[in-house]
């Protein structure tokens, strides 16, 4: 069956580190991949967009790398702060003509100051 | 980017009774839908709202127990029918233009609690 696998464990970082948050799947071959930021009582936000012949993509302190061998994303946040608290989203769209993303739950990421 | 304004942002709702959540949007969209995030799950979708037409339902949702209306392109509305504690979850509308790989935008969700 097709999944979707993100750290349910929240991860926990000093500010100034880099966070790297994980996206595998199975089964899919994805298109696209996106990232969105969900903070608590909001909804998701829309971050960066990779498609499945790129293998990085860079936005300010964001980076996303895609790896369709190890069928794998990694989204990296360069000198975290406090204010990068919230849940990540990965999101996948496939090939074959589906515009609407399938999502994984989310890993939490805990900045400390 | 689309600002959606979606209402109520909670309620708490007895079992047996209705529950019907507005999504206004600030401009005309070609896409809508409607997701559903239960605690620590991922976001389900439940429906594609179409303008003028019947809802496509995905695989386990049903429209006698999710109805859904879009007038026109910029409102849509879903009702949670004969509510259960097991419907208590997060009730999320979207939005996109429809081009591959394009963001969705979301509300700020409506949190439902059904006791």
């Known amino acids: 069956s097709q999944k979707i696998e993100q750290n349910s464990e929240a991860l926990n970082i000093q500010e100034g580190k880099t966070a790297t948050l994980t996206c595998n799947y199975t089964n899919y071959s994805p298109a696209y991949l996106q990232w969105y930021r969900q903070d608590p009582g909001r909804g998701p936000v829309f971050l960066l967009l990779?498609?499945?012949?790129?293998k990085e993509k860079r936005k300010e302190r964001l980076k996303v790398t895609f790896d369709t061998t190890l069928k794998q994303s990694l989204f990296h946040i360069t000198a975290s702060q406090p204010a990068d608290s919230a849940t990540y989203l990965c999101?996948?769209?496939?090939?074959?003509?589906?515009?609407?993303?399938?999502f994984g739950r989310g890993t939490s990421l805990i900045v400390h100051p | 980017s689309a600002v959606i304004s979606q209402k109520p942002s909670r309620d708490i709702c007895q079992r047996g009774t209705s529950l019907t959540i507005q999504c206004q949007v600030d401009s005309q969209v070609t896409m809508m839908f409607w997701y559903r995030q239960q605690p620590g799950q991922s976001l389900t979708l439940i429906a594609t709202a179409n303008q003028g037409s019947e809802a496509t339902y995905e695989s386990g949702f049903v429209i006698d127990k999710f109805p859904i209306s879009r007038p026109n392109l910029t409102f849509s509305t879903l009702t949670v029918s004969n509510l259960s504690p097991e419907d208590s979850s997060i009730y999320l509308c979207?939005?996109?233009?429809?081009?591959?790989?394009?963001?969705?935008?979301f509300g700020n969700g409506t949190r439902l609690t059904v006791t």
């Open positions: 990779i498609r499945e012949n790129e």
């Open positions: 999101a996948l769209l496939t090939s074959g003509g589906s515009y609407i993303p399938t």
């Open positions: 979207s939005v996109g233009n429809g081009g591959m790989g394009s963001p969705l935008h």
